[in-house]
């Protein structure tokens, strides 16, 4: 079946400093990628969904310059949080989105800003 | 705006006994549901999804039901497995060029063995 690599699983940081997060379809072609964040016990909330090669498109709220996403490729999403603050910890999450795969979701990213 | 809700924060069974989890949704642009399995700190795994135009879809000892004129979709797990143990998260697309997925809450089941 399909897989989503998301890579790292945990990291921590120092605020003010970026980090960056790696989404990788393995064996198929992602035409569209989405990356969620979660706190503790609320549901997943989309904060922007990216095409290949185009600008991602942010959901209210989510400011895009801390949280820049790049989609060079088809199998290739990353989520760079910038100037990383503690407010800023939490389980983010990508998926991607093939045509005959429907959604795949990676095993997500624990972040903690210290 | 909550447009998923899961209204049940967690849900306790005997395994072998039947597992319901509820869902409501406010959009009624939304045409496609899906419901995810999650462990913790891991990603969602999906389990089961049912288009608007239907009203039951079953998948071995997982069933979906949609009730579009109450909004509202259950899945029913029998017989219910110590393994099921796990958040499950219901969720609602209205398909166009973005494929949005908006999530409810999430629904902690314990299956007692």
């Known amino acids: 079946g399909a897989v989503v690599s998301q890579h790292p699983s945990r990291v921590i940081c120092k605020s003010g400093t970026s980090v960056k997060i790696e989404c990788r379809s393995l064996?198929?072609?992602?035409?569209?990628m989405f990356w969620y964040r979660q706190f503790p016990k609320q549901s997943l909330m989309l904060m922007a969904t990216?095409?290949?090669?185009?600008?991602?498109?942010?959901e209210q709220g989510v400011e895009k310059d801390k949280f820049l996403i790049n989609h060079a490729s088809l199998t290739l999403s990353t989520l760079t949080v910038t100037s990383a603050h503690p407010e800023d910890s939490s389980f983010y999450i990508c998926?991607?989105?093939?045509?005959?795969?429907?959604?795949?979701f990676g095993s997500g990213t624990r972040l903690t800003v210290v | 705006d909550q447009q998923v809700k899961q209204n049940s924060p967690s849900l306790s069974v005997q395994e072998g006994r039947i597992s319901i989890l509820n869902c409501d949704y406010t959009?009624?642009?939304?045409?496609?549901f899906l419901w995810y399995k999650k462990y913790p700190a891991e990603g969602p795994t999906f389990l089961i999804s049912?288009?608007?135009?239907?009203d039951k879809n079953e998948d071995g000892r997982f069933t979906v039901f949609l009730n579009k004129s109450a909004k509202h979709l259950s899945l029913h797990i029998v017989p219910s497995q110590p393994g099921d143990s796990a958040v499950y998260f219901c969720?609602?697309?209205?398909?166009?060029?973005?494929?949005?997925?908006?999530f409810g809450k999430g629904t902690l089941l314990t299956v007692n063995p």
């Open positions: 049912i288009s608007s135009i239907k």
């Open positions: 969720a609602g697309s209205s398909g166009g060029s973005n494929y949005k997925l908006t």
């Open positions: 990216s095409n290949e090669g185009s600008k991602a498109t942010y």
């Open positions: 959009n009624s642009m939304f045409d496609y």
């Open positions: 998926s991607a989105l093939a045509r005959l795969n429907g959604y795949t």
């Open positions: 064996d198929f072609q992602a035409t569209t």
